[in-house]
């Protein structure tokens, strides 16, 4: 039998749309509008990565969340810019309140086209070590540099419409040596990554590193989530002061 000739489907969608049709019917008659408690309640979606408090954005209202942590979707990728920065947000954790974020700019390549420090707000966001390391890479650096060949690895790149050399180097192995000889190189930036990936042997180790991102631990007022999801609330902020946390009731049994 094709299944689209079983008859247990078409009773369903008659019985589903019955229901839809009674619940956008009822509320109508029932409250005045959606209650914060309800549509704080929700999950959002973007690709595969689902968020609640304290993020916001695609159809999260800023009052379901932290001001600090709006999210944007993308053609199903989740995009977090932190200090004018573009990140990827790999994954989302809220039983650990951690979130995976790669650097957009170094997605495809380590070359950026403006060159931006990794940085966030330390009143939003805690480095919690994780087990990781940082990566420094130098960008725009003279050419003939005279740059120690130990432990670094020497690329290309065209930055400010300029080809020229770069460097990166596990920041843990940047001795005083190679700080002096760096002052040849115009910018550089930090990133964490993973130390299971420390043995970064060439371009495509770190390109690997670079995607599989680095972890960071959000403050967001989670003494009180906490005791606002414990008192069967839903957290967000105050649509008026949204600096203020605030705990949504349900309206049930009010
Ligand atoms: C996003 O993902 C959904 C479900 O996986 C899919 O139906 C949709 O076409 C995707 N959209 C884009 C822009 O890739
Ligand atoms: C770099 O070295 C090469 C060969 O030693 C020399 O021809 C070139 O002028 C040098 N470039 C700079 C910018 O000093
Ligand atoms: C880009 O290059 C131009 C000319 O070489 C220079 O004046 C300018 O300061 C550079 N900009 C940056 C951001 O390095
Ligand atoms: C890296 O860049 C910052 C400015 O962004 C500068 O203060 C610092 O001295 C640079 N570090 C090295 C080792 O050149
Ligand atoms: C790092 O990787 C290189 C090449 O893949 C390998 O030869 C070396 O043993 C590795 N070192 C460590 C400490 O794992
Ligand atoms: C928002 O703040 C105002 C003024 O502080 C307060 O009266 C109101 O109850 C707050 N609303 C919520 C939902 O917490």
Redesign the pocket.
């Known amino acids: 039998m094709k299944p689209g000739l079983d008859p247990s489907p078409t009773l369903f969608a008659i019985t589903l749309t019955v229901v839809l049709a009674i619940i956008i019917h009822f509320p109508l008659h029932t409250s005045q509008e959606t209650q914060p408690y309800d549509t704080c309640g929700q999950l959002v979606r973007?690709?595969?990565i689902e968020f609640q408090y304290p993020f916001w954005g695609l159809n999260r209202p800023d009052y379901c969340s932290h001001p600090g942590f709006k999210l944007n979707c993308q053609?199903?990728v989740t995009k977090l810019v932190l200090e004018s920065v573009n990140y990827r947000v790999l994954d989302i954790d809220s039983s650990t309140r951690t979130i995976t974020l790669a650097r957009n700019d170094l997605w495809s390549g380590i070359c950026p086209q403006y060159i931006h420090e990794t940085r966030y707000d330390p009143t939003l966001f805690d480095r919690d070590n994780y087990g990781q390391e940082m990566v420094s890479l130098y960008y725009e650096c003279d050419d003939n540099a005279s740059i120690p060949l130990a432990a670094n690895y020497r690329f290309s790149c065209n930055v400010n419409q300029t080809q020229s050399d770069g460097y990166f180097y596990r920041t843990s192995l940047i001795d005083p040596n190679i700080a002096a000889s760096m002052v040849q190189c115009n910018n550089n930036i930090t990133i964490p990554f993973d130390r299971s990936l420390a043995n970064i042997t060439s371009e495509s180790d770190l390109r690997s590193a670079l995607r599989a991102g680095f972890k960071l631990q959000w403050m967001a007022n989670n003494d009180d989530c906490d005791w606002c999801v414990r008192s069967y609330g839903r957290c967000g902020s105050n649509s008026s002061s949204p600096e203020l946390f605030a705990c949504y009731e349900s309206g049930v049994g009010k």
């Open positions: 973007c690709g595969n053609s199903n």
